[in-house]
C-alpha cells in the first residue's frame, strides 16, 4: 500500500466505522478524552475549589450556631428579666394594695376621732348650755323671788292694814308664801323646765 492509499484506507475505515457509530452514542475517543477532561475539572474542583466552599460553609455554620447561642443566651437574659419585672410588678401591686388598705384605716380612724372630739364638743357645748340656763333660771327665780317677795309684802300690808317693817317677819312672809305657791304648782314648774331644754 501506498502511502496515499493510507490515508484513503483510512478515511475509508473512518467512513465504514462512522457508519457503523450511532448519532447518540459518542466514539470512544471522545469519551476518553471527555474524561480526562472531566478528571482534570474534578481534581482541580476537589483540590482548590472543595476547601474554599467547606471553608465559607464551616464559617457560615460557625456564625449561624454562634447567633443562635446568643440569640438564646439573650432571650434566657430577656426571660429573666421578664420574671424580674413580673415579680416586681406583683410587689408594686401588692405595695399599693397594703398602702390603700393602710389609708383606708387611716381614714377611718380620722373620722372615728373627728367624730369622738365631734361629740365631744357636742356634749360640752350642750353641758356649757345647762350650766348657763341653770344660772339664769336661779338669777330669774331670785329676781322673781325678790319681786314677788315685794308684791307679797304690798300685799299683806294691804290686807293687814299695816305696814311690815321687820325685815325677819318681812322674809317669812315671802318664804312662806313662795313655799305655799310652789306646793301648789309642782308638775307645771317640771313641765315649764323640762320644755325649756
Given at each position: 500500500m501506498s502511502a496515499a492509499a493510507i490515508p484513503a484506507a483510512l478515511v475509508t475505515a473512518a467512513a465504514e466505522t462512522h457508519e457503523e457509530q450511532s448519532v447518540l452514542i459518542p466514539a470512544g475517543y471522545d469519551l476518553f478524552w471527555s474524561a480526562v477532561v472531566t478528571l482534570v475539572i474534578l481534581v482541580v474542583f476537589i483540590r482548590y475549589v472543595m476547601p474554599r466552599f467547606t471553608t465559607v460553609l464551616d464559617e457560615r455554620t460557625r456564625r449561624i450556631e454562634g447567633g443562635l447561642a446568643q440569640a438564646e443566651t439573650a432571650q434566657a437574659e430577656a426571660d429573666a428579666k421578664l420574671a424580674e419585672l413580673n415579680r416586681q410588678l406583683a410587689d408594686a401591686r401588692t405595695e399599693a394594695g397594703r398602702i390603700r388598705e393602710e389609708a383606708r384605716a387611716d381614714g377611718a380612724a380620722i373620722v372615728a376621732e373627728a367624730r369622738t372630739k365631734a361629740q365631744e364638743e357636742a356634749a360640752r357645748v350642750v353641758e356649757t348650755a345647762h350650766r348657763q340656763i341653770e344660772a339664769e333660771r336661779r338669777q330669774a327665780a331670785v329676781?322673781?323671788?325678790?319681786?314677788?317677795?315685794?308684791?307679797a309684802t304690798q300685799l299683806a300690808e294691804k290686807i293687814v292694814g299695816e305696814a311690815l317693817t321687820d325685815e325677819g317677819l318681812r322674809?317669812?312672809?315671802v318664804d312662806r308664801f313662795l313655799d305655799e305657791l310652789d306646793a301648789t304648782q309642782p308638775t307645771t314648774a317640771g313641765a315649764a323646765d323640762t320644755k325649756g331644754y
Open positions: 329676781s322673781l323671788r325678790h319681786d314677788v317677795g315685794a308684791l322674809s317669812r312672809v
